[in-house]
């Protein structure tokens, strides 16, 4: 169980602030059912999750852990959906990203980049969309982990990913 004060990765809110675990104000018909009071990092927002959910939720990566983790990128498989229509890219992502861990993350990061590089152009909206979505929960861990600014974070993900784009 996570305490006040930690920090934990939330499915796709990415990384939280444990300000509080109990029982909320708005817990009328579910008894004594505790939850975490999350602060997502990215965006202020609230988050209520009750301390037993089968939502994804973990413990960030150590920065030794982040740096052993960017520096091991450059073997990480690239994979690509059989085809190119919009439900089979939307279920073959969606898929990828079902773990909810780092390695997910960077796994859709690097299979979507690979397959536009040189004609980023050609990226559809929804791979824009799910590679920006995964840029922003990764980046936002580094960060965290690194203690360095998203900015920063978002170019040591380029530079663990830029050598084996091409």
Not at 62 to 90: I, W
Not at 129 to 144: I, M, P, S
Request: net charge negative.
């Amino acid at each position: 169980m996570y305490q006040a004060g930690e920090y934990v990765v939330y499915a796709d809110s990415g990384l939280c602030l444990v300000e509080q675990v109990g029982i909320p104000d708005f817990n009328t018909d579910q008894g004594d059912r505790e939850y975490y009071f999350l602060r997502a990092v990215e965006d202020g927002s609230r988050i209520y999750v009750p301390t037993d959910t089968n939502m994804p939720l973990r413990a960030p990566m150590t920065a030794q852990e982040t740096e052993s983790f960017l520096s091991g990128l450059d073997v990480l498989p690239v994979s690509l959906p059989e085809r190119r229509d919009r439900k089979t890219v939307l279920a073959h992502y969606q898929q990828m990203l079902r773990p909810h861990t780092a390695q997910a993350l960077a796994q859709a990061i690097k299979s979507i980049r690979w397959h536009h590089r040189g004609a980023p152009g050609r990226m559809s909206g929804l791979e824009e969309t799910l590679l920006k979505r995964a840029e922003r929960q990764l980046c936002g861990e580094v960060a965290g982990a690194l203690n360095i600014s998203r900015d920063e974070a978002q170019e040591r993900l380029n530079d663990a990913l830029k050598g084996n784009e091409s």
